[in-house]
């Protein structure tokens, strides 16, 4: 195996594929392809070591563009096939990319798994709160009343916090981040790189053909710094254009807004610790009148299901000495008939 | 049943008193049965292996309800076990029994009707109470009521005997009752002298955790077994004689553990690592239970949130460079068609073992049936050959769990293996192979570059390179959409995809070049031909023999190939006048062999959850054969 300390010197193109990209002009998507193609060639490993697993939907086209390998599967399972070649194969990278369709409607159940076993595995959902690849249907994460072409008359859905069943999955590492903020989600790519275990991130994008300007506020350059919350392990929780607002906690644990000055000061303020699970269930609920977290809600660390797995196996092979077929053929009460 | 197909030696009503005489039978079937939680499979897979280590020929046949626990002393809550041990070749678990060991009255109640004029019967008479008569539907005691004058009924209270045996114990009654399956397994071993000396060793080890369980159980066994021997009431001990099995050494198993030995032998044989997923159902979930204690063979066992993911799993570590297998019944199988349609598209080798059970829906369980072929060749989207073969019995699973490896990496193909509820927990005597015996699967990953394309193929086999991610100047991208020949790019040419459709047909089709010929049991030709597959295999043999010794013109070819079928199949249906295929569903082999070859065969079918008896097979047969 080659050492990772060996510069490899792999650059961007190194990772793109000889295939032309698809996606409508405008789409969200090519910036994530971007980053994603920016962010891998540094961490100096080699390519072949990587692989893209998707589901179905416009995301899931994403390992065509990428020269590494990968496999285009089946609506909402790409979480499993990548959880048996992660187990199988624990030396490779694998990333699976999904959608608010593939992977919290059709494919919700081998998500949330994939998460609570902590396999070995990123995950990276792109969220348009809207079905692209099928023309414009309503998706679990759309809002309430949403007209689409299914719901002429408003969608009468609830729509799902996807870091909420993250978090609720027991994820070892949960952040959010946007499509347009490239330093922000190439830092969170890394770190996801970086975290041993499971990493979901979920990647606000705006699909610009079906449901163009559902996450505006929180890119338009006006209005961002009131609408988003950047987590940072062991800073107070301030935002705002003029940094004045921050996140306190009420007695009852509820949060509130406040602003900075007077009476209040940053010693009041919530500090964000990703490894205190209450902390990352406030933030990822706080609700309309608050500004939207993004960064890394929680990351912590436990078993992974791949290192168990082969833990066993190497722990059996110690005690009961490597397989012998003839061995295990012959076991049990045996008769020799002449 | 001897192979020459005549009526062998039975069981005859004791006449004379006095010192106990020894019989010589050549074949017994004897069948178990008491309430859910009275470890009846126990007591009857305990007797299996004292009659297998014994030398005699076996074949069995559990039969329990789907409720783990059903209200006690009721009739749905029966559970049964029949085997049927021979000194010659026997191949089903025998149509009626000789001897009932009865718990209760409802058990009794439920298998009185099979049981043979003159049979024994064993029964608990502690519980033979007014209450467990009524449960049972009984308006008066069928010991008094004459009902059983036509058989030898051995009346024994074996629950208060069983609670004597293991008294000083000081267990409680709950637990100490719970024992009288061993005193009643004691008292059946001696009666039919087998060695209970394996099942001594079998609880030792069984409850070693708890010394005092372990001791009452053999007390309970060892009473049984000295009951039959001092008591009045038996007269006669019957012997059945080992044999005359091929020369070899044996070993009694279900054709789950065939199977999953099967499955393990092949991926030793490949030099490459196991993965099974799997979700737990019945009558499945054995062969993963099987396979999580061969950790130290690179067996990896993956039990998925469900059957779609367990596929998946099995489908992901397969394109990682896998023997990837996963393991269900027809509801699961079902949910897996659409990844089993991605494992077509993609040319990876998968095997999908579908232990079918009696259906449709949640069905019966814990009940056989073979309805599941046409769904295994036919039930996905579009054009999606697969290769589909089947055991014939429950040592043949064994071969054929190996065959789906062999063939699933060589062709780079999907691979259904169609057992059944009956082949899997059914035990029967397996030679052992030799592991030199066993054929070597070669298994080649792609790594040289040069001129590599993902979607070349062997010119052979048409089967795609397989390479395994991590290896360097190889990357490439696969998946569900159309694919253009070579390149694997996606494609959607109109002509590009009828000729990758083609492809994938003409891969599965070379499959019927690689299998070995078709045996015929009987004449090359003649006026009746009978085709059967899967577990049908015993009960079809045994009467075809029969009818054969009565000078019958009617021979016998198994399938253990489904798709493709093998080639050899067309030359020889023409040499019969007529076709009859006998399936444990509305006839689903039939049509095809009716489309395959223009032939007017003609089905024979039951769906019951319950095996072919020998007697209706051979009713059907002469009737068929009698009809202009």
Redesign the interface.
Known sequence: MMSEATELKLTRKDFA?D?EVRWCPGCGDYSILAQVQKVLPELNI????F?F?SG?GCSSRF??Y?????????HG?AP??????????P??HVWVVTGDGDGLSIGG??L??ALRRNVGIKILLFNNRIYGLTKGQYSPTSELFKVTKSTPFGSVDYPINPVEIALGAEATFVARTIDVEAKHLQETLKRAHEHKGSAFIEILQNCNIFNDGAWEPLTDKNSKADTTLVLEHGKPLIFGKRRDKGIRLRRDMSPEVVTLGGEVDQSQLLVHDETRPAMAYILSRLGAHFPTPIGVFRAWKRMTYDQG?HV??EN??K?????N??A??????????? | MSKDGTKTARIETPTSKGPKRHEEVEEVVIRFAGDSGDGMQLAGMQFTNETAVAGTDIATLPDFPAEIRAPAGTLFGVSGFQINFSSHDIFTPGDNPDVLVMMNPAALKVNLKELKPGGIIILDTAEFNEANLRKAGYETDPREDGSLDKYQVFPVDITTMTLRSVEELNLGQKVATRCKNFFALGLTSWLFTRPIDPTIQWIQSRFKKSPELAEANIRALKTGYHFGETAEMFAVQYAVKPARLAPGKYRNLTGNTATALGFLAAADRAGVPLFLGSYPITPASDILHEMSNYKNFNVLTFQAEDEIAAVGAALGAAYGGAVAITTTSGPGMLLKQEMINLAVMTELPLIIANIQRGGPSTGMPTKTEQADLLMAIYGRASESPVVVLAPATPADCFSMAFEAVRLAVKYMVPVVYLSDGYLGNGAEPWRIPKVSELPKIEVHFRTDPQGFQPYSRDPETLARPWVRPGTPGLEHRIGGLAKEDGSGNVSYDPLNNEKMVRLRAEKVARVAMDVPPTEIRGDRSGKLLVIGWGSTYGAILEAVERLRARGQSVSFVHLRYLNPLPADLKNIIPRFEKVLVPELNMGQLVKIIRAEYLVDARGFNKVQGQPFKVAELMEKIQEFLEAQ
Not at chain 1, 46 to 49: D, G, N, S
Not at chain 1, 66 to 74: D, L, P, S, V
Not at chain 1, 319 to 323: D, H, V
Not at chain 1, 332 to 337: M, S
Request: without cysteine.
């Open positions: 594929s295939q080699p390519r072949e070591k692989v697993i179905i390992p065509y990428m020269n590494t390998y990968g496999f285009h599967t089946i399972r499993a096939i990548a959880t048996g070649l992660k187990v199988a194969r030396d490779l159940n081998h949330i798994h797995a066993q196996v059996a092979k005690k009961l000495g490597p397989g077929l003839e295990i053929l012959n076991r049990g009460d045996t008769w020799v008939v002449e």
